[in-house]
């Protein structure tokens, strides 16, 4: 089959969202924001034309589920309403592929900027991991902001359009058990980097985005992950 047109953009990116996700937040100006056990949440504070647009890195490490595990629910349009609890509407408009997919979301407005929505195509893909020695694959999932023609900026005035790129990158530990004994979720752990950046797409107050972004991000990255292992808690362990 001919490759579908925003395939070389979704190749490009998602291998550059992989290399970003990894580096370390030792250089680059990033701050601590947020800590919640496991999980470190670090931001730049950066501007694009007077707007807002800190990029976010966090890193979390989950016990009981893998990342291939992580990353399936974070992709799959199904569930993305019952732990996304800032959006207020999701569509897939495109399917590209079984691992790549097209969203429209509306977001829930936040007082007193207009109503955002978004729409990006979404990639999941699994990366052998060479250099690791336990050589466990990392799995990605990049979320990244497209134009389509049926869905201009700003129906009819309602929404602002964001320009986002997300990444989630989770990569899975296997302790293995005694004379080998069955693998179980005690056994297993996943270390994940979420990495985002959003431009608002229109002017909104900078005190009341970065109030929304420190009370957003670790609501909605412990509120996910809390969400994947009650999914897996009782279900075989999707390596
Ligand atoms: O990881 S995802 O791909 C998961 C799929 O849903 C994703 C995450 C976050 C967003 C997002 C969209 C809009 C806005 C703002 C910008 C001005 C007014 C609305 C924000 C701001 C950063 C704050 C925020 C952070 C987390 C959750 C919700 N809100 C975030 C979009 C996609």
Known sequence: ATQHRLWPEIDRISVE????????????????????????????????NGMVVDPLKACH????????EMCHYFFSPDVRMEWETTVEQMT?????????????????RIWPASQRDALFWSHMRQVPDHNDRDGHDIWIVCN???DNSDFPQSNNGKCVRV?????????????????????TRD??????????????GGWAP?????????????????RFTAYVIDQCKDKPIMF
């Open 17 to 48: 969202q992989l290399r970003y996700a990894r580096l370390g937040v030792g250089e680059g100006g990033w701050q601590l924001f947020a800590e919640d056990g496991e999980m470190k949440m670090y931001k730049r504070e950066e501007e694009s």
């Open 61 to 68: 490490v989950v016990r009981g589920v893998t990342g291939h």
């Open 92 to 108: 897939v408009i495109e399917k590209i592929a079984d691992d790549t997919l097209v969203f429209l979301q509306v977001h829930k």
């Open 144 to 146: 990244h902001s497209t």
């Open 163 to 183: 320009t986002l790129t997300v990444c989630l990158v989770c990569q899975t530990f296997i302790d293995p058990p005694k004379d080998g004994a069955k693998i």
């Open 187 to 200: 056994d297993i752990t996943c270390k994940i980097t979420y990495c985002s950046v959003v431009n608002p």
């Open 206 to 222: 900078a005190s009341v985005l970065r109030a929304v972004y420190k009370r957003e991000y670790p609501k909605f990255l412990k």
